[in-house]
């Protein structure tokens, strides 16, 4: 099984509705990211949470993390269409690694 | 805002051709990674390169691979031989700093089509 895994893998809502991705992963870790990516593009960095957080908000966007689940979610309030796109999580080890391991993400469909 | 900026966006090789990929990183920038994403996959870390060295690598980053910063600037990503399952975007990224939580910002991607 893999470091990482997001559900549901695609998810439709209308405009103004909230959308909630789920993550799981596997390791200790020090901080969970998310990150955006729009179709072909590169991954744009949303929000990041220490191990040491349970929760945390920027603007539209709610993240929670449960350690002693392995677990994260991402909540999207009030969706516009522009928020389209595919969701990651990605977390860093918790031992001196410089790598980001990524989940599945999910496919955000917004219908306007 | 800064951007890393990568070309060429598309390239199409035949098999067993070189190929390399270029990225601008920020320019106060230090640290520097290679990610790839097989079309419908997940991200895949394949190496990072920290003063002018290479940090660490993954499995997937194997003798047919190399990194290099042959001037102030750029960061490139060499395939000798590509292989049909190179095809892939291939997302170049920086951070400021190997220090702290590693926050990326990511180049739009070369997408590699390997024939």
């Known amino acids: 099984s893999q470091q990482g895994e997001e559900d549901p893998q695609a998810l439709s809502i209308q405009e103004g509705e909230n959308a909630t991705m789920n993550c799981s992963y596997k390791?200790?870790?020090?901080?969970l990211q998310w990150y955006r990516q729009n179709s072909g593009r590169g991954l744009v960095h949303l929000i990041l949470?220490?191990?040491?957080?349970r929760e945390k908000h920027s603007g539209r966007l709610r993240v929670t993390l449960d350690t002693s689940k392995k677990s994260s979610s991402l909540l999207i309030t009030a969706s516009r269409a522009a928020d389209t796109a595919s969701y990651f999580c990605?977390?860093?080890?918790?031992?001196?690694?410089?790598?980001?391991?990524f989940g599945t993400g999910t496919r955000l469909q917004v219908f306007p | 805002e800064p951007e890393v900026t990568q070309t060429p966006s598309h390239q199409v090789t035949q098999m067993g051709q070189e190929v390399i990929l270029r990225c601008v990183p920020i320019?106060?920038?230090?640290?520097f990674y290679w990610y790839r994403q097989i079309l419908g996959q997940k991200v895949e870390f394949l190496v990072s390169f920290y003063n002018n060295e290479i940090s660490e690598k993954s499995e997937i980053f194997d003798d047919q691979f190399s990194v290099e910063r042959p001037d102030g600037s750029n960061f490139t990503l060499k395939i000798r031989s590509t292989k049909l399952e190179d095809s892939a975007m291939y997302f170049c990224a920086s951070q400021v700093t190997p220090e702290g939580a590693n926050v990326l910002t990511f180049g739009a991607g070369s997408r590699l089509t390997v024939l």
């Open positions: 320019s106060n920038h230090l640290y």
């Open positions: 990605a977390t860093d080890g918790s031992y001196n690694t410089d790598k980001l391991i």
């Open positions: 949470i220490r191990s040491n957080e």
């Open positions: 390791t200790s870790i020090n901080n």
